[in-house]
């Protein structure tokens, strides 16, 4: 499963961004999809992540009442609203793909796209 993260990008803090996870992967509709994010000098954590159908969402509390996560099947491709953005929010975002689980540790997700670079000031 090949995944291609976009939308990351240099914000003022209170803006908001939309990331953009898009396959080319005819079975991507099979697979739950999660995005993560890793700051310099810490350690790969959980954001977001909706399940195959999108019919659950399970987001991190830090991300409760300021992200929205959604997908497009048809278009092959996972959404990842944020608002708010504070600089505690720079990070390299990263999606990922698994067909049987779900879980906010990142070893355990077996597909990762490159990430794309959110930086917010202050």
């Known amino acids: 499963v090949q995944l291609q993260a976009s939308g990351g990008g240099s914000v003022q803090a209170g803006s908001s961004l939309r990331l953009s996870c898009m396959s080319s992967t005819p079975i991507f509709k099979e697979y739950h999809i999660g995005w993560f994010r890793q700051a310099p000098g810490k350690e790969r954590e959980f954001v977001a992540a909706?399940?195959?159908?999108?019919?659950?969402?399970y987001y991190a509390d830090s991300s409760k009442g300021r992200v929205t996560i959604s997908r497009d099947n048809a278009a092959k491709t996972v959404y990842l609203e944020m608002n708010n953005l504070t600089p505690e929010d720079t990070a390299v975002y990263y999606c990922?793909?698994?067909?049987?689980?779900?879980?906010?540790?990142?070893?355990?997700?077996?597909?990762w796209g490159q990430g794309t670079l959110v930086t917010v000031s202050s």
């Open positions: 990922a793909a698994d067909g049987t689980l779900i879980t906010y540790d990142a070893q355990r997700w077996n597909y």
């Open positions: 909706i399940s195959w159908s999108g019919e659950s969402a």
